[in-house]
T-cell receptor
Framework: EPEVTQTPSHQVTQMGQEVILRCVPI?????FYWYRQILGQKVEFLVS????????KSEIFDDQFSVERPDGSNFTLKIRSTKLEDSAMYFC????????????FGSGTQLSVL | GQSLEQPSEVTAVEGAIVQINCTYQ??????LSWYQQHDGGAPTFLSY????GLEETGRFSSFLSRSDSYGYLLLQELQMKDSASYFC????????FGDGTTLTVKP
């Protein structure tokens, strides 16, 4: 069965450094998402992406965050200057369509900011 | 804004039936989804209701009433492996998640 893949599985960085989290969505899916989950808390929406542009973003997704689809397969989340509170599990997800509320999640990248 | 409310914890015994409720306030609502998440794992899709009524997928069923802004997930013949967090999610484009319900299945 096709799956969403994310790399790396763990990322440790120093506060103020830039990180790029990578995702390969399912190939025939059209909508891509980033979510994050702080340990023990709920899954929080960051951003959705369709047709090479951001379709929605949350208040968490400020100017420090950006997303890109640099080629036909990869989908990246960049955090320009990491803060301690950015430490979380970051999940990439994709879905075949906007009205099909079935998200396929990757296994996540655990980001630790020291 | 969008919000989905669900109970924080539910406990049941193996073989039993449990219902996890979700009430929501969202704009541009397309339907209600349910996800399961085991500790340390990614959310996995369980069920989706675009229309009012019951959807059945094996031991899991989900129900939606748009007029009441309410839905539930029904888990039957509970097994130990069903111990996990369960999230309802809905909205338009964002798929906002509820806070999650931790289900503990006891022998």
């Amino acid at each position: 069965e096709p799956e969403v893949t994310q790399t790396p599985s763990h990322q440790v960085t120093q506060m103020g450094q830039e990180v790029i989290l990578r995702c390969v969505p399912i190939s025939n899916h059209l909508y891509f998402y980033w979510y994050r989950q702080i340990l023990g808390q709920k899954v929080e929406f960051l951003v959705s992406f369709y047709n090479n542009e951001i379709s929605e973003k949350s208040e968490i997704f400020d100017d420090q965050f950006s997303v890109e689809r640099p080629d036909g397969s990869n989908f990246t989340l960049k955090i320009r200057s990491t803060k301690l509170e950015d430490s979380a599990m970051y999940f990439c997800a994709s879905s075949p369509g906007l009205r099909i509320e079935k998200l396929f999640f990757g296994s996540g990248t655990q980001l630790s900011v020291l | 804004g969008q919000s989905l409310e669900q109970p924080s914890e539910v406990t049941a015994v193996e073989g039993a039936i449990v219902q996890i409720n979700c009430t929501y306030q969202t704009s541009g609502f397309y339907g209600l989804s349910w996800y399961q998440q085991h500790d340390g794992g990614a959310p996995t899709f369980l069920s989706y209701n675009a229309l009012d009524g019951l959807e059945e997928t094996g031991r899991f069923s989900s129900f939606l009433s748009r007029s009441d802004s309410y839905g539930y997930l029904l888990l039957q013949e509970l097994q130990m492996k069903d111990s996990a967090s369960y999230f309802c999610a809905g909205g338009a484009g964002k798929s906002t998640f509820g806070d999650g319900t931790t289900l503990t299945v006891k022998p």
